[in-house]
């Protein structure tokens, strides 16, 4: 190889190691006038994918959602973060166990609102096709069916009496900081609470929320809850008669006024109390209209 040949090869060779020789762009030009040029993909490699956070949502441009369940999540809480139809989450993911799902697993969620995918879920619910709503209910925000309608029961509804006479300083429905799933009544503290119908203890303790409550299973299917009560005065399995004092009006609980929380359930549904009890003179309060009203954090399961 002749000098000339030698000298040119050790330039290039110094001008590919001399730092901003060859490798800087010249002044002004930016990224656009010089991109880098990707590497090419050698035959037989995959691309690599980095974890996704729990809980984090994929999407695709104008596809669905794609949800990764976290620990302690259910099909029906996903559904009202998404405000989808609960079936319809399990149909279009062939879940034939909607109950176990497992931490990780990817769901597709169709339909789904973007602005709320992957965020706190919130006071929204969702309608079912037989009218009621899914949402999520009390600070737990536990999944609730809740029928806000007249009901149609037909031959199965029972009667109902008052379980404290008072007025009613909130009802079945949304609020501010969430859904509420009975009626709360205004009493003075140790007021006689009457079991709303004959049935049978099914609880009688504490309860996260509620406080001190008590639960009676009726004919029918149907459940009553009194809740936030100052004693509880009958036991687990005590079969009563309707009009039997149960408990006392207190403030137990998630409660900042004494009062009596009511739910009336049927199969597990909730339904506003107002459409069984009998029809007498109520004082019904709206927001700020009663005078020291219970707080909107009053909220129960």
Not at 132 to 152: F, I, K
Not at 208 to 219: C, D, E, I, K
Request: net charge positive; glycine share 10%.
């Amino acid at each position: 190889m002749s000098l000339g040949r030698r000298r040119a090869r050790r330039a290039i060779g110094v001008g590919l190691l001399a730092p901003g020789l060859v490798l800087v762009a010249p002044p002004g030009a930016g990224a656009a006038e010089a991109p880098a040029k990707p590497p090419e993909k050698q035959p037989g490699a995959t691309a690599r994918t980095l974890p996704r956070r729990a809980g984090a949502p994929a999407e695709s441009p104008g596809g669905p959602c794609v949800h990764v369940v976290r620990n302690g999540e259910s099909v029906s809480r996903i559904a009202v973060l998404y405000r989808v139809p609960r079936q319809r989450l399990i149909d279009t993911n062939h879940l034939a166990r909607p109950e176990a799902l497992r931490v990780g697993q990817r769901l597709t969620v169709p339909g789904c609102d973007r602005s709320r995918a992957g965020g706190r879920a919130t006071a929204e619910a969702v309608t079912n096709p037989d009218g009621s709503l899914l949402a999520l209910v009390g600070p737990r925000r536990v999944p609730t069916r809740l029928y806000l309608d007249v009901p149609e029961l037909g031959p199965g509804a029972i009667d109902f009496i008052w379980p404290v006479i008072g007025p009613v300083v909130s009802s079945v429905g949304r609020r501010r900081s969430g859904w509420h799933a009975g009626i709360d009544i205004r009493a003075e503290e140790g007021t006689p609470v009457y079991a709303a119908a004959p049935g049978t203890v099914y609880f009688s303790g504490w309860a996260r929320a509620y406080g001190r409550v008590v639960m009676l299973a009726h004919s029918s299917n149907f459940m009553t809850i009194y809740a936030h009560n100052l004693q509880n005065l009958v036991n687990v399995g005590d079969v009563i008669e309707a009009g039997t004092v149960i408990a006392s009006v207190g403030r137990s609980g998630r409660a900042t006024a004494h009062h009596l929380h009511f739910e009336i359930r049927h199969a597990g549904m909730v339904y506003n109390p107002l459409f069984f009890l009998p029809r007498r003179d109520l004082v019904m309060a709206r927001d700020g209209e009663m005078p020291e009203p219970v707080e909107e954090d009053d909220e129960d399961e």
